[in-house]
């Protein structure tokens, strides 16, 4: 008994936050791969368009995710734990879904590729927002930031590793090699939330909100409501509907950018890039505690500014810019980006306040999602009628929404 306590997924433990920042590890090292593969393809000739394609049907199932919430908040079985039953049920057929692919050569989009990522992506966004509610339900608010700190910090590592050892196993042994690691890695991490245990109440709720197998429709749209209809729950999908668009446009467009106007070579892409991942998660291990010291406005609206300025710089990029100078702007966005979620993350998930925090959390990376499948759509469509330059300004010009929001977002109550 009491080593099941010990793993109790609750009070901010050591075993709790482990827990959920390994679970976030795991969605790393996938995103990682996929960005691994876009540069390889892209070095086999991939075009903007294959690439934009690829990217934008397999990132829809983060975008359905509002659609999933309801349903991971309205059922479950209890005897696993409300949250911990669809993480454990997700991550099993996330790693089943990639087996066909051992035995598949890769060296372009096709279908049957699109087809296999965007039903593990279904399942590893289903995993992503019940991980999200579980964070929800049974921390503390006090602890969101420093949580959402270690969870993203931990995302964008994995992401960083995940894009640099696939980039490797890619250019050095082939695709189904470089599969087997995300296959293997995946595994691993399906052992902790398997062992651990949930709690069946939430957070602050004890002995009044105890978990049930089904919430009736009544309960779940008047809990849905509560969380949603208000000035602040509305700003912040405003927010989240601009915040990924430049994002998105800069993931279709710099493998081809950096191929053909800095003359780097896809090793080159795919060992940079991993520095700023892994940059932006000590960044974001360590928000809880500066923006204790900063604030959270402060810090939300200079990782906005940084990130907007930035593209406006890798604007002016020709041939003529050197190798150093492009690197220094790949690392100092994605630090910009990974410091700018994890403080809105830690925003939004102290709004999740009802126990349909699965459906409201949601809805707001729904729109998150979203906006980056509108960036990795529009990308193609500009470079057809304009230039890299161009295309980077726009990018930057989408985020200034973003900073007036960030200062309603960020008010004292937050």
Not at 323 to 329: A, F, I, K, M, N
């Amino acid at each position: 008994m009491e080593l099941i306590h010990s793993r109790l997924l609750s009070n901010g433990t050591k075993w709790h936050l482990s827990c959920l920042s390994i679970l976030y590890l795991s969605q790393g090292l996938s995103a990682g791969f996929l960005l691994a593969l876009t540069t390889y393809l892209a070095t086999k000739g991939a075009s903007l368009v294959d690439i934009s394609l690829l990217l934008s049907i397999t990132l829809l199932p983060w975008t359905l995710k509002v659609f999933f919430g309801p349903i991971i908040d309205s059922l479950t079985v209890k005897r696993f734990g409300r949250r911990r039953f669809w993480i454990i049920s997700s991550q099993i057929i996330m790693i089943l879904v990639l087996l066909p692919l051992l035995f598949i050569d890769v060296t372009e989009v096709s279908s049957l590729l699109i087809a296999i990522f965007t039903v593990h992506n279904l399942f590893v966004a289903t995993c992503d927002i019940a991980t999200d509610a579980l964070a929800a339900d049974s921390l503390k608010e006090s602890d969101l930031a420093k949580a959402n700190g270690y969870m993203w910090g931990s995302k964008i590592i994995g992401r960083g590793s995940g894009m640099l050892i696939s980039s490797s196993l890619l250019f050095s042994y082939g695709f189904n090699v470089s599969i087997f690691f995300l296959i293997s890695c995946m595994t691993l991490v399906f052992i902790f939330p398997f062992i651990s245990s949930e709690s069946g109440h939430k957070e602050g709720a004890e002995g009044n909100q105890e978990y049930k197998n089904v919430l009736g429709l009544k309960f779940l749209l008047s809990e849905i409501s509560r969380g949603l209809l208000n000035k602040t729950a509305i700003a912040a999908v405003a927010f989240m509907l601009f915040s990924n668009i430049a994002i998105g446009i800069f993931d279709v467009t710099y493998n081809k950018f950096y191929l053909e106007v800095i003359g780097m070579t896809g090793e080159d892409i795919g060992s940079i890039r991993p520095t700023g991942m892994w940059l932006g998660g000590l960044i974001g291990f360590s928000v809880g505690l500066i923006s204790f010291y900063l604030g959270k406005r402060l810090l939300l609206v200079s990782f906005i500014v940084s990130q907007l300025l930035l593209f406006i710089f890798l604007s002016t990029f020709t041939t003529e810019t050197s190798y150093q100078l492009g690197s220094l702007t790949i690392i100092g966005l994605d630090i910009a980006e990974a410091g700018m979620k994890v403080v809105i993350f830690a925003i939004l998930m102290a709004l999740c306040t009802t126990q349909t925090s699965a459906t409201n959390f949601g809805i707001f990376m729904g729109f998150s999602n979203l906006s980056t499948i509108i960036g990795n759509s529009l990308a193609p469509l500009i470079m057809e009628y304009s230039t890299y330059s161009v295309t980077y300004i726009f990018a930057g010009l989408t985020l200034v929404p973003c900073v007036v929001l960030a200062f309603y977002l960020t008010k004292a109550k937050n």
